[in-house]
């Protein structure tokens, strides 16, 4: 009963009854009529609500007939698509608009190479319709085949006469004489530009923003002169199939959720992939797999095993929310950095210490890619732990780490490693220094891998082309001749290096820690897990311990405040979304006093009731808002838990003959107080994750985005009787 409570498909009731039938059978063979009696009594149960909705939703569709109550939903992605069947359903009149010139959300945008959903099948998906007509293909699918699964839902439920491509929504402002929005939409035509189109203005009682959580494009906030570059560049969520990457040098800027996907699509077609990464990032294995014909043929054919195999991974991936509990840092934290050290030691030891990051696993999003360490073990991949500092006309400006840590052979330097480097390659570190390296003294910024260095000595695949001059670029840190003869400009800074470091030895791998200070101590379980399992003694933690105030760097660490030029044909923006679009919607929303949507932010500091309610903006529903996302399951089912809530308050306004609701302030504070005390105890809080990420507000420490318990919390939450008494009706 606990995976199947409250089915939300409406054929549920359909194969609910031959499905008693069938067990009624089958009890009477085995003689065990509790069971026939608990699944005829279940049955009944199922047969009840799903009457109970279709009464409630036809009274209401009569009612919106009288009144001509009217709704609109911003945004054809999924949580827009489940917004319009359930008003649908209610009998409500929409419409839907979309800035795009095709459905799909987000799903439209993200078009680039090895675009893939990072959640399973069986939850990716819409309760209405839980798999594609001929079945999903794999565990975790790609853009193509969730985008064609969008297109078959609109085709299917007939929503293409409600949608208005083409036709941004400027501003929404709130009527309180008529009790409406006034809704301003500008329609241009595809391709144009949206400030080139016609406004249009109708006004709607109820509003819908379904435009999801992340759709703004984030660049480096240090980066100058983005629009510099002589070459092509562009952001993943705006990627351009025209540009052609076949024997290309490409800078991939970012190390995350887009770019262990990009990188990997890309490198057999580039002649050369620089991942510039500010931050490591936990990346477990993924365990993708394709489906046989006959699961695939179950899962398009036989009624009910999409919904019940969605229910129970839903139910299912409930159970890894226990990750983000500041109680499960011991054995379950320990466990999961050892399984991505292991995958790290397999493919790319000698970058171990850069790819392992320092906090908990959760305090960011946890990556999932069964390539992304194996791509990064390419010939053809260079990963550079920088920061961007500024955009030239030829590539980008990094800045390295203020502390890094020393190669194997450097005195105080040594790096642990289970398994000795590959045949025939040189060991690799992006951050090794010339005097590491045997060579002389060159230009700002040179710090040259072993491999790197070897291209240069062979010609062959560096950062410059050689119809570059030397004088044009003064700071590129490789070029391709007289790297010995070139001195530095005078008005140029130089990285220093001790004089007093030996001639360096052949670079060997030995093993053993850094040398750093022991870790604090911990509990007799944990230091046996660490017995067993070497990987979670790794020596290297880069970051872990900072330099003490007026003196040197710890043992096996080095201060470096060295620049680096990187000369590449296109660049790749995989840097993420601007996090302030989880807290407001893509338009000016005007509530009541004349309030709009920013001001009440920047006031309460996104206070949000369930992540969709304002107090002062009646009859608006915002999807997927803050303190809705997770880090554990699919979102989509929290915007149809979002969508049920809201359904419940418009019955509730359309049975008493009301026009409007609006949750209260004070009812709202209660509840973001509640959610603040929960997740302050989780690995999202700074102080025990270790971390700063879009989670937070920088600011405040607040945890905005995330929620803090399970779906089914979530669910039962939105689905709980409503005391209006809470709630500003009129």
């Known amino acids: 009963v606990s995976v199947l409570n409250w089915p939300a498909t409406m054929h549920v009731g359909a194969w609910a009854a031959p499905a008693a039938a069938a067990l009624l059978w089958w009890a009477d063979y085995v003689n065990v009529w509790w069971v026939a009696v608990a699944a005829a009594v279940y049955a009944g149960w199922v047969a009840w609500q799903r009457w109970v909705l279709l009464l409630r939703r036809r009274r209401t569709a009569a009612r919106c007939a009288v009144t001509g109550f009217r709704a609109l939903v911003v945004g054809c992605g999924l949580s827009g698509i489940a917004a319009a069947l ?73 929503l293409t006469p409600y949608i208005r491509l083409n036709t941004r929504v400027v501003s929404a402002r709130w009527d309180p004489e008529y009790l409406v929005y006034h809704v301003t939409m500008r329609r241009h035509a595809p391709g144009a530009p949206p400030a080139a189109g016609e406004e249009v203005y109708e006004a709607f009682h109820c509003v819908f923003s379904a435009v999801g959580m992340l759709g703004v494009p984030r660049y480096p906030q240090g980066a100058r002169q983005v629009g510099g570059f002589r070459g092509p560049q562009m952001h993943t969520s705006q990627w351009d199939p025209s540009v052609g990457l076949e024997g290309k040098t490409v800078a991939v ?63 299912a991936s409930d159970c890894r929310h226990y990750l983000f509990l500041r109680s499960a840092h011991g054995v379950v934290q320990q466990l999961l950095k050892w399984r991505c050290g292991r995958c790290i030691r397999a493919h790319v030891p000698d970058l171990a210490a ?42 980008l400006r990094c800045g390295m780490p203020s502390l890094r840590a ?77 790297l010995r003869s070139a001195s530095p400009p005078a008005a140029s800074p130089r990285v220093t290096f001790s004089p007093s470091l030996p001639a360096p030895p052949r670079p060997t791998l030995r093993s053993g820690g850094l040398g750093a200070p022991p870790p604090p101590a911990e509990g007799a379980f944990s230091t046996t897990l660490r017995a067993l399992m070497p990987g979670l003694s790794g020596g290297w933690e880069p970051g872990r311990y900072a330099p003490p105030a007026g003196g040197s760097p710890p043992r096996g660490y080095a201060a470096s405040t060295a620049v680096t030029d990187v000369v590449a ?58 303190n809705s996302a997770l880090g554990h399951n699919s979102v989509l089912a929290m915007s149809e838990a979002q969508l049920d809530h809201a359904e419940a308050l418009l019955h509730y306004l359309h049975h008493h003959n009301l026009h409007s609701i609006a949750v209260k302030a004070n009812y709202t504070g209660t509840y973001n107080d509640s959610l603040q005390h929960r997740l302050a105890q989780s690995v999202w809080a700074a102080r025990h994750g270790g971390c700063s990420s879009w989670y937070a507000d920088e600011a405040t ?30």
Not at 103 to 119: E, F, I, K, L, M
């Open 701 to 730: 420490g607040k945890v905005l985005a995330m929620w803090p318990g399970t779906v089914a919390e979530f669910q039962e939450r939105c689905r709980a009787p409503v005391d209006f008494a809470h709630f500003a009706v009129q």
């Open 86 to 158: 359930r008003l649908r359903a209610l009998g409500i009149p929409f419409i839907m608009v979309d800035a795009a010139n095709d459905v799909g959300g987000t799903w439209t945008h993200n078009r680039y190479p090895g675009a893939q959903c990072d959640s399973p099948t069986y939850t990716y998906s819409l309760s209405e319709y839980p798999a594609p007509a001929k079945g999903w293909s794999r565990h975790f699918p790609f853009q193509p085949e969730i985008l064609a699964y969008i297109r078959e839902v609109v085709e299917v439920h007939n």
């Open 253 to 315: 800027v970012g190390s995350a959720a887009s770019a262990i996907q990009l990188v990997p699509a890309i490198a057999k077609a580039a002649k050369h992939v620089y991942v510039i990464q500010r931050t490591p990032n936990w990346v477990l294995p993924q365990d993708d797999r394709e489906f046989g014909a006959l699961w695939r043929w179950c899962l398009a054919t036989l009624p009910g095993v999409a919904a019940v195999l969605r229910q129970v991974y839903l139910r």
């Open 569 to 626: 044909d296109v660049i790749v923006w995989a840097t993420g979304f601007d996090p302030r679009a989880t807290c407001l919607a893509p338009f000016q929303l005007i509530g009541e006093g004349g309030v709009t949507q920013d001001q009440y932010v920047r006031h309460n500091g996104a206070e949000y009731y369930l992540g969709s309610m304002m107090p002062g903006f009646p009859n608006f529903f915002q999807l997927l808002g803050p």
């Open 354 to 395: 850069h790819l392992t990051p320092t906090y908990a696993v959760g305090c960011k999003r946890v990556l999932l890619s069964d390539r992304w360490y194996e791509t990064l073990a390419r010939p053809n991949v260079e990963l550079l732990p920088c920061e961007v500092k500024e955009v030239t006309a030829h590539g």
């Open 406 to 482: 020393l190669p194997p052979h450097l005195p105080g330097g040594q790096r642990r490693t289970t398994s000795p480097p590959r045949t025939g390659s040189p060991l690799r570190s992006p951050l090794l220094s010339p005097h590491a390296l045997g060579l002389p003294p060159v230009h700002q910024g040179s710090l040259l891998s072993p491999r790197n260095a070897s291209r240069e000595r062979m010609g062959r695949g560096g950062y410059s082309p050689s119809s570059m001059s030397d004088t044009a670029f003064p700071s590129s840190p490789l070029r391709r001749r007289n």
